[in-house]
């Protein structure tokens, strides 16, 4: 079965300190996986995807296929970092539709 | 480029009655999908299009749900008749091609009361 499991429902972190967002899959394929991230009032975004390899915001995800792992990290938290944190598997034929974990709320303190 | 567009921003209706979810995706975008975030739970798949057609309608719950995209732009999500159950906040997402990343609209928050 495909699935996403972000076990964190809440992470709350102080200004400056490390921070990783936790995520893992379960995908018989060759998975694709996005980092999408919702701020106060605004739509759901993409931040990164795993096949991009690009660091977004300070923000990367390294795809761990022995784990089935796709944490996200920043080594010093900002407060605007502040959202929710969704992980998603795209699957279907073909591409298409995306499989969302539950999502972690990031909260950065000043 | 104006962005996916879903309307209205927030429906309330009484269960029995009938809602009409409005999405327009970007332009030129023939991928177009509908997800839904229910109280407490994750955020769901509920259908694909390609163009005009129906690619993956596997999530649709049950047949309270009927979707359509005449024409192959805008689309509509009609849930008749609604249900405590259905309450929740319904997404619109569109891409230009299959596997590339899904721009999201706003999203309808929908109160069945």
């Known amino acids: 079965a495909q699935r996403v499991t972000q076990p964190e429902k809440l992470l709350s972190v102080f200004k400056g300190a490390p921070v990783e967002l936790k995520c893992n899959y379960s995908?018989?394929?060759?998975?694709?996986l996005f980092w999408y991230v919702q701020y106060s009032r605004q739509r759901l975004q993409l931040l990164l995807r795993h096949i991009s390899r690009e660091s977004i915001k300070g923000f990367t995800a390294d795809l761990n296929k022995g784990e089935t792992s796709f944490h996200l990290k920043k080594p010093f938290a900002q407060e605007e970092d502040s959202a929710m944190y969704y992980c998603a598997l795209m699957g279907g034929f073909q591409g298409g539709k995306l499989i969302f974990g539950q999502g972690t709320e990031l909260s950065v303190k000043p | 480029e104006a962005g996916v567009t879903q309307f209205p921003s927030h429906s309330v209706i009484e269960k029995g009655q009938t809602v009409t979810l409005r999405c327009d995706p970007i332009s030129g975008h023939d991928n177009l999908y509908w997800y839904r975030r229910v109280m407490g739970k994750e955020i769901k798949f509920l259908l694909h299009?390609?163009?005009?057609?129906?690619?993956?309608e596997s999530g649709m719950p049950n047949n309270r749900f009927l979707a359509e995209r005449t024409g192959g732009t805008y689309s509509t999500l009609k849930v008749q008749p609604a249900e405590l159950e259905d309450s929740g906040v319904y997404f619109c997402?569109?891409?230009?091609?299959?596997?590339?990343?899904?721009?999201f609209g706003d999203g309808t928050r929908l109160s069945i009361l």
């Open positions: 995908y018989s394929g060759s998975p694709e």
């Open positions: 997402a569109s891409s230009l091609m299959g596997d590339q990343p899904q721009h």
């Open positions: 299009f390609v163009k005009e057609s129906k690619q993956d």
